[in-house]
């Protein structure tokens, strides 16, 4: 038997089909967006985990890599809503929620939604707002639902935030507070294309935007069917107790003054069963968790002073910790 093969066990009933029916969509929404990103599969697979994790996503990057065309084309390869707001200093918290306005007419208030209210939710250079209206997205993003004027309005599934934020040490940019950081589920980074895919990039968005040829490939139906199945991927008892001790290790790591918290333990767990659904699998192995603890885990957590001097990265940490922690065994 196979080591993966060890950890579809304790009696679940995986589902063959469904995951198979998983991969087939997948793969048409995977190979749509990739006709506009070119030369990242892991970047767009990375898109898709989230999405199907029913997460949010932060990609953090130099300006003109792709971040906002990454996320334009998922919207696109999926025929859902699609919102973008473009975060600047004089930003309110209303202009994401939404607000009620008076009609003198009928006497009475109505409320006009914002640009949150939609399946997929582009904040592009979230970063150029302040905290207070960044913090605007912090109750969507957690419980799926805004409240505004005393009136609770719940957000349709599948809900999805995808921000992209420039380097903080760039002008004119804000640091996104610890909660907001939290609520994202990854954070990934574009990077720059290889020589080739930089030189297929003239001739393909020379003269139009690739945008333009991209029909959707799936549709929010088949979204939430894809979540729920995702949602019940096998995950054996070893594997949550590995997820446990990594996010545990980052809270007493000295190089860390600040380690991951519960939520991220959860998100974890929940990228890792879609990790494992696009692999075609029905249960979830270690190289999952492994895969996933940089993207998971690296952008919550803040260095101690001294691994500041030493020019270490979060980065770096986090993969240190999944080097030494030991692989688990299937129960």
Do not use: W
């Not at 003054?257 to 519960?262: C, I, K, N």
């Amino acid at each position: 038997m196979s080591l993966d093969a060890r950890y579809d066990t304790n009696g679940f009933d995986g589902r063959p089909s469904h995951t198979g029916g998983v991969l087939v969509v997948a793969d048409q929404i995977r190979r749509a967006v990739e006709t506009v990103i070119e030369g990242k599969p892991e970047v767009v697979r990375m898109a898709l985990t989230v999405l199907l994790a029913e997460g949010h996503l932060l990609i953090e990057d130099i300006p003109g890599v792709g971040k906002t065309m990454l996320a334009k084309a998922l919207g696109r390869a999926v025929d859902c809503s699609v919102q973008r707001v473009q975060f600047t200093p004089d930003l309110l918290p209303s202009d994401i929620t939404g607000v009620s306005v008076y009609h003198q007419e009928r006497h009475e208030f109505e409320f006009n939604p914002g640009p949150v209210f939609a399946n997929i939710v582009l904040g592009d250079e979230i970063n150029r707002a302040s905290p207070k209206t960044q913090s605007a997205l912090l109750e969507c993003m957690e419980e799926m639902q805004v409240s505004v004027d005393g009136e609770t309005r719940r957000l349709e599934r599948p809900f999805m935030v995808i921000a992209t934020q420039n380097p903080t040490d760039m002008e004119g940019t804000y640091p996104l507070p610890e909660a907001q950081r939290d609520r994202f589920m990854a954070r990934i980074s574009v990077g720059y294309p290889t020589p080739q895919a930089e030189l297929d990039m003239i001739d393909t968005h020379g003269a139009l935007s690739p945008l333009d040829g991209l029909a959707p490939v799936a549709d929010t139906a088949e979204i939430r069917a894809m979540v729920a199945h995702v949602q019940t991927i096998h995950v054996a008892p070893g594997i949550r107790r590995y997820a446990v001790d990594l996010v545990s290790a980052t809270r007493t790591a000295p190089e860390l003054r600040l380690g991951a918290s519960p939520r991220a333990t959860l998100h974890l767990i929940r990228a890792a069963r879609a990790y494992a659904a696009l692999e075609g699998r029905a249960y979830v192995v270690p190289d999952d968790v492994q895969a996933l603890a940089v993207p998971v885990l690296a952008h919550r957590l803040l260095l101690a002073p001294e691994a500041h001097m030493e020019r270490r990265t979060t980065e770096h940490i986090v993969s240190d910790l999944v080097a030494r922690l030991p692989i688990p065994g299937p129960r």
